[in-house]
């Protein structure tokens, strides 16, 4: 059989642990036996960000500005424990958030979805995909614990100018912060959301507190506002899709009550507890995708979990472990499926849709790894196999 042909580098970002034994798994299962993968790849395991004073990250990120389109596995991220076990020469910062830093992105997570598998919540029958605006806030507050006295926000502009407002005359001890956040960063965050709710055909909604924070989040709302009004009205209109603006309690009430099928951007803070929410009820953090995107459209594909470190120290020790590797396929479709659409390689892309559909089938047909078999109410009982096992299912009905 002739394998598909690739015309453009996609930027390939290896990673740590667990993630790292599927990494290769799944590229010799089920992609190079069908794929002449082309890809420009940058290990990103601890290892290598020590050794090379973390520039291999740096390297990555500029690959994905370079090609538009990357797929990174699982890493860890150092803490005293990992400086320990790795003999680290620093605590190397989290690559995904230098990565997301450099490409200026938003974060969208969305879930996979099984028959036999039922979010907790029954009416929602398509994915919710989840944007979080991951700059500022509550993340980056300046925060005082503070006697008895008066507390004032201060401003002073480039020319020396003060502007001052009376927080609160505290009578009592008592705590205060301040938050912010740049027009630059919502900006950015706005556009990848137009953007990448145009690219995936889904209505797009946006929620804040504006009726409070009329500053604040009046902002954002404005920023969002303007943005879509002078780029993107028409797009939206041509695409069959709608941007919505509600408050975030409005937001949480349609959200329960909705059959899904939408994008959802959040604030910070709103997006970091949502994303939990929302992820836990549709059932498994294995079945979890996610997506970087620029606002001047550059992608980077993952699973949303981690480096699955418990199964890793089970595979050191020699035992089958049954760690369930679907976000991290669909990571890959995600990045072969973009890259086609870029390049006019209706093949790839369509090379990415079948094995979606091979991967989704065998679990739907009750050949489950262990995590998924503890939620199945799928008619017939399921099966639960090991990595392998589970990996060659896929590739059987990838062949037919
Ligand atoms: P984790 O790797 O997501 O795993 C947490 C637990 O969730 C696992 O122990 C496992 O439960 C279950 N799980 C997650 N993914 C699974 C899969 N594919 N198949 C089956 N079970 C799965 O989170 P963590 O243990 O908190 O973090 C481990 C390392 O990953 C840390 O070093 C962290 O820095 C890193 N991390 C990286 C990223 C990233 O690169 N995007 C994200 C998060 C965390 P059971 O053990 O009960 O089976
Ligand atoms: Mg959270």
Same mark, same amino acid.
């Given at each position: 059989?002739?394998?598909?042909?690739? +015309?453009?580098?996609?930027?390939? /970002?290896?990673?740590?642990?667990?993630?790292?034994?599927?990494?290769?798994?799944?590229?010799?299962?089920?992609?190079?036996?069908?794929?002449?993968?082309?890809?420009?790849?940058?290990? *990103?395991?601890?290892?290598?960000?020590?050794?090379?004073?973390?520039?291999?990250?740096?390297?990555?990120?500029?690959?994905?500005?370079?090609?538009?389109?990357?797929?990174?596995?699982?890493?860890?991220?150092?803490?005293?424990?990992?400086?320990?076990?790795?003999?680290?020469? $620093?605590?190397?910062?989290?690559?995904?958030?230098?990565?997301?830093?450099?490409?200026?992105?938003?974060?969208?997570?969305?879930? /996979?979805?099984?028959?036999?598998?039922?979010?907790?919540?029954?009416?929602?029958?398509?994915? /919710?995909?989840?944007?979080? &605006?991951?700059? %500022?806030?509550?993340?980056?507050?300046?925060?005082?614990?503070?006697?008895?006295?008066?507390?004032?926000? *201060?401003?002073?502009?480039?020319?020396?100018?003060?502007?001052?407002?009376?927080?609160?005359?505290?009578?009592?001890?008592?705590?205060?912060?301040?938050?912010?956040?740049?027009?630059?960063?919502?900006? +950015?965050?706005?556009?990848?959301?137009?953007?990448?709710? *145009?690219?995936?055909?889904?209505?797009?909604?946006?929620?804040?507190?504006?009726?409070?924070?009329?500053?604040?989040?009046?902002?954002?709302?404005?920023?969002?506002?303007?943005?879509?009004?002078?780029?993107?009205?028409?797009?939206?209109?041509?695409?069959?899709?709608?941007?919505?603006?509600?408050? /975030?309690?409005?937001?949480?009430?349609?959200?329960?009550?909705?059959?899904?099928?939408?994008?959802?951007?959040?604030?910070?803070?709103?997006?970091?507890?949502?994303?939990?929410?929302?992820?836990?009820?549709?059932? +498994?953090?294995?079945?979890?995708?996610?997506?970087?995107?620029?606002?001047?459209?550059?992608?980077?594909? $993952?699973?949303?979990?981690?480096?699955?470190?418990? &199964?890793?120290?089970?595979? *050191?020790?020699?035992?089958?472990?049954?760690?369930?590797?679907?976000?991290?396929?669909?990571?890959?479709?995600?990045?072969?499926?973009?890259?086609?659409?870029?390049?006019?390689?209706?093949?790839?892309?369509?090379?990415?849709?079948?094995?979606?559909?091979?991967?989704?089938?065998?679990?739907?047909?009750?050949?489950?790894?262990?995590?998924?078999?503890?939620?199945?109410? %799928?008619?017939?009982?399921?099966?639960?196999?090991?990595?392998?096992?589970?990996?060659?299912?896929?590739?059987?009905?990838?062949?037919?």
């Amino acid at each position: 059989m002739e394998r598909i042909k690739m +015309s453009t580098p996609l930027v390939e /970002i290896d990673g740590d642990e667990m993630t790292r034994i599927l990494w290769a798994d799944i590229k010799r299962e089920l992609l190079e036996p069908f794929v002449e993968l082309k890809t420009e790849y940058y290990d *990103l395991s601890l290892p290598e960000r020590d050794k090379s004073g973390d520039q291999i990250t740096v390297d990555a990120a500029n690959a994905i500005k370079k090609y538009g389109v990357g797929v990174k596995c699982a890493t860890i991220t150092p803490n005293a424990q990992r400086m320990e076990e790795y003999k680290l020469h $620093e605590m190397w910062k989290s690559p995904n958030g230098t990565i997301r830093a450099m490409l200026d992105g938003t974060v969208f997570r969305a879930p /996979i979805l099984v028959k036999g598998i039922s979010p907790v919540v029954k009416n929602w029958k398509q994915p /919710i995909t989840i944007a979080r &605006h991951a700059y %500022g806030d509550v993340y980056r507050a300046t925060e005082m614990r503070v006697p008895q006295g008066k507390a004032e926000l *201060l401003f002073t502009d480039l020319d020396g100018k003060e502007t001052r407002a009376t927080v609160y005359n505290f009578e009592c001890p008592g705590v205060l912060s301040a938050q912010y956040n740049k027009d630059s960063s919502i900006r +950015s965050f706005a556009r990848s959301c137009f953007q990448y709710a *145009l690219d995936t055909r889904q209505d797009l909604w946006f929620s804040s507190k504006d009726t409070i924070a009329k500053k604040y989040d009046g902002t954002f709302k404005s920023i969002f506002q303007e943005i879509y009004e002078a780029d993107y009205k028409e797009k939206f209109e041509a695409a069959g899709i709608t941007y919505f603006y509600t408050l /975030i309690d409005d937001a949480v009430a349609r959200i329960i009550r909705s059959k899904g099928g939408m994008i959802w951007a959040c604030k910070n803070y709103d997006g970091d507890v949502m994303s939990d929410m929302v992820s836990t009820a549709f059932g +498994s953090l294995a079945m979890m995708t996610s997506v970087l995107v620029s606002p001047d459209g550059n992608y980077e594909f $993952e699973a949303a979990h981690g480096t699955v470190t418990r &199964h890793y120290y089970r595979y *050191l020790k020699g035992e089958q472990t049954s760690t369930n590797p679907m976000a991290t396929i669909f990571a890959w479709t995600g990045a072969l499926k973009k890259r086609g659409e870029l390049d006019g390689l209706e093949e790839l892309v369509r090379f990415g849709e079948k094995l979606e559909k091979a991967a989704i089938d065998t679990i739907e047909a009750g050949t489950v790894t262990k995590d998924l078999a503890a939620l199945w109410e %799928g008619e017939t009982p399921a099966t639960a196999v090991n990595t392998a096992d589970f990996l060659a299912a896929i590739r059987r009905r990838l062949e037919q």
